[in-house]
Structure formats: structure tokens, C-alpha cells
């Protein structure tokens, strides 16, 4: 669900959009988006066992609360 100032929007609307990024981890599991505007967000993140196969998926999601204020970098850990 995407959400802009706490109303759920629907996620091909081009708001939603310019709030999406996406990445991949190095082999510790950090990642970074850079360029991020000031405001609140929940950075989600797909966990995906090696022994995942297309017929059985080993993982789970996780997420957490991220805010960014300007000119700020942010370190949070994501494990729930």
C-alpha cells in the first residue's frame, strides 16, 4: 500500500510513483537511496533465501519507519 501525507493512493498514480525506489543489497545486506526529499517514509525490503525457487519462496518481509530531514542521512536496520 502506498501511502502520501497518511491517505493510501493507488500505486500506479504518478504521485506514488516518484516516492518509489528500489535497490539491491551488497553481500553484507546494506543498501542506499540517495537524493531522498525531507518527509516520513517505511523503507520495505523483500528477504529472499538463496534456496528460494519460482514454485516455493523462503524469505519474509520486513520493514521500517524512516524519517528524512533536509540535507540529512539516515541509518536505520530493518528487521521486522
Known sequence: ??????????????????????????????????????GEYFVVADITHPDSTTDKRVGKWVHARATVKDADSVHLMVTR
Open 1 to 38: 500500500v502506498k501511502v502520501v501525507r497518511r491517505r493510501p493512493i493507488d500505486p500506479q498514480h504518478p504521485q506514488a510513483k516518484k516516492f518509489e525506489k528500489t535497490t539491491v543489497t551488497d553481500e553484507q545486506g546494506h543498501f542506499c537511496f540517495l537524493d531522498v526529499p525531507a
